[in-house]
């Protein structure tokens, strides 16, 4: 009973009860971060360490934004301020919804959204990226 994670869902706490938590959690395309006072919050396992997640690492390093590795709970994530998702094909995707309740009125955070620029302009960045026509 596989349930597909994207923009569109959203999750019911019977939902994450059942289990689907892991899912939002371990699905190693879609860690979930979650923003509070204390900075940026990702789960510290269960999550793929992947390239797009450290790269928002570095990315907060560069705001002067801290992050935090430790446990996620779904409290934690309906008290956020800002919720963010990374992936290789998204990048840095706001969530605006938990359990059908809106994360700061519905709308995208601030951190959210720098982080999410940032991450697309080092895109084009020569210090970030290399252009396929470089390496061909």
């Known amino acids: 009973d ?4 994207n923009m569109k869902n959203i999750f019911t706490l019977s939902q994450i009860e059942k289990g689907y938590l892991i899912t939002l959690f371990a699905n190693g395309d879609n860690p979930r971060v ?4 204390n900075g940026i919050n990702t789960p510290d396992y269960g999550v793929l360490e992947g390239v797009t997640r450290q790269t928002v690492f570095d990315l907060a390093k560069e705001l002067n934004i801290k992050v935090n590795k430790k446990s996620i709970t779904i409290e934690m994530l309906k008290s956020s301020k800002e919720l963010f998702a990374t992936s290789t094909a998204g990048g840095v995707m706001p969530i605006t919804k938990v359990s059908g309740e809106n994360i700061k009125q519905g709308t995208v955070g601030d951190i959210t959204r720098k982080i999410h620029k940032l991450y697309w302009d080092k895109h084009s960045d020569p210090m970030w990226s290399t ?3 470089d390496i061909l």
């Open 2 to 5: 596989g349930l597909r994670i």
């Open 34 to 37: 979650s923003v509070d006072e």
């Open 131 to 133: 252009s396929i026509n």
